[in-house]
């Protein structure tokens, strides 16, 4: 539905004239998500430059029936960013205070501030923050919180929800509920930033949170490992899962996501010769870790059939990059479908053989491109070369995780992409408890209507 005309002067009253967008061109930023798969209405956008607004803008909101969009840096991947039936987008971007608390090495920190900001923030005083991203420089903290995002560092700091010390929101009530004293011994109920981590702008709007950090390595060592099947490749990243101490990250790409990348950034391949899986591990390089992992490498030394390492900041860019650069590169080939799914670790090799098979058997045009975090069993499935809009592609993936046991969103979220498969993960009791919580929490059903739960 359409913001009604008074609506609109009654934001323009809360925020000033300047800060509810209305001209199409400007909002079209807004309106379209990251991928161009989800375009929405030009609808109008407003942003608020404190909580105490957030609150009013429900207010009107829930008065007018007008249904709200939350965004934050737009970076989202399952279509849940974007007011795809003419909702109003309340964009969180003008709130970007970072407090940073070295005594209780902790920070409280407004939704709009994007991560690469906290991060060095954070740096400021010796420290890092927990989740890494390659959306770091848009994706804000609200969002990240909203998505539960996952990153390149869960296997050492865990997810966003295991940052959260304390949040403020504002809920669908307008209520807004605040807990930021950085308390880490705090059992006192329920824990809503456990509840809104994950909630995907359903049940409120995120408008600050208070965060812990964490002591960032010793300067990393990054290493790049070839080998000539994706089981090899899964192999050893189980040696590295139980590596005893230092590993940060390892992550997975195939043959033809390497080239796509190479090809599009005018680089060269990692090695003389192309390989059919890769896997990238950053590990602290002090002795204390490269000692014990020496016995790791020694392990899975028959499968790997090339090497590169790099110590020094601008070659561990470079390693990196054949990896961070996949989700642009793939972006260019075309529309993609983006499927985030987790496997059980045992089942990971199967699934990133089959998944090609079976979107090839139904239709031979589709061009399949996956790569992942590997530690986590989380790998992205992308898909070109197909109908954007056909939802074939997701029931074809999203049954096949299914059935090996996975979850069909690994990190990014249900959104609206994938809200007609939540079924295949949660029960209908489970869903009947979800739309409890919603129905108390947004009682009017304003907040993102129809995201994660269909
Ligand atoms: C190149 C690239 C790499 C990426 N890599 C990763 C990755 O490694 N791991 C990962 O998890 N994700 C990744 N993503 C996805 C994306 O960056 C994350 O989902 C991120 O958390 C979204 O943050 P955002 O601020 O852009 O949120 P948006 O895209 O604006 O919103 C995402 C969702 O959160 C809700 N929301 C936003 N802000 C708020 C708020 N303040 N309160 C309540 N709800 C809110 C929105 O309504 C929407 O449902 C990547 C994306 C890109 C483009």
């Known amino acids: ?62 008065t007018a029936g007008v249904a709200v969009v939350p965004q934050g840096g737009n970076t989202g991947l399952v279509g849940g960013s974007v007011p795809l039936d003419g909702e109003l987008v309340v964009s969180l971007t003008r709130l970007t205070q970072v407090d940073v608390d070295a005594a209780a090495a902790q920070a409280t920190v407004d939704a709009g501030v994007p991560i690469a900001r906290l991060q060095a923030a954070a ?80 049940l409120g709007i995120v408008t600050r949170a208070r965060v812990r950090l964490v002591a960032p390595g010793t300067e990393p060592a990054v290493a790049l490992l070839a080998f000539d099947s994706v089981g090899d490749a899964m192999a050893a990243v189980a ?80 390693l990196w990059r054949y990896r961070e650069a996949h989700t642009e590169a793939i972006n260019r080939v075309g529309t993609p479908h983006k499927l985030d799914v987790a496997l059980p670790a045992a089942a990971l090799a199967a699934f990133v053989d089959e998944v090609p098979r079976r979107l090839h058997g139904w239709n031979p045009s589709a061009r399949v491109w996956l790569f992942g975090h590997a530690a986590d069993g989380n790998v992205h499935v992308n898909v070109t070369g197909v109908d954007p809009d056909d939802k074939t592609v997701d029931e074809i993936v999203l049954r096949l995780v299914a059935e090996a046991g996975g979850s069909i969103s690994a990190e990014h979220g249900i959104g609206r992409a994938k809200a007609q498969w939540l079924h295949l993960n949660r029960t209908p009791e489970e869903i009947a408890a979800f739309r409890a919580i919603k129905a108390a929490l947004d009682p009017a059903g304003i907040m993102n209507p129809g995201v994660l739960l269909a």
């Open 123 to 202: 740096a400021t005083i010796g420290m890092g923050y927990g989740v890494d991203l390659a959306s770091r420089d848009g994706a804000t903290l609200g969002g990240t919180i909203a998505t539960n995002a996952g990153g390149t560092r869960v296997m050492r700091f865990g997810d966003t929800r295991a940052q959260l010390v304390g949040v403020e929101a504002v809920l669908g009530t307008g209520a807004v509920v605040s807990h930021l004293a950085g308390l880490t011994r705090d059992n006192t109920g329920y824990h809503l930033p456990s509840l809104l981590a994950g909630s995907e702008g359903t």
């Open 1 to 62: 539905m359409a913001v009604p005309t008074r609506a609109l002067l009654d934001l323009e009253a809360i925020v000033g004239r300047e800060h509810v967008l209305t001209d199409p061109e400007v909002v079209a930023g807004y309106t379209t998500d990251w991928t161009g798969r989800f375009i929405g209405s030009r609808s109008p956008v407003v942003r608020p430059g404190s909580t105490a607004e957030v609150a009013q803008i429900v207010g009107v909101c829930r």
């Open 239 to 318: 040696e590295f899962r139980r590596a005893p101490i230092g590993v940060e990250a390892v992550e997975f790409m195939v043959r033809s996501g390497v080239e796509l990348v190479c090809s599009g950034d005018r680089v060269s391949l990692p090695f003389a010769v192309s390989y059919a899986a890769y896997v990238l591990v950053e590990a602290a390089g002090n002795d204390e870790v490269i000692e014990p992992l020496s016995d790791v490498v020694a392990a899975i030394a028959h499968l790997v059939r090339d090497v590169a390492v790099a110590t020094d900041s601008p070659r561990r860019a470079a």
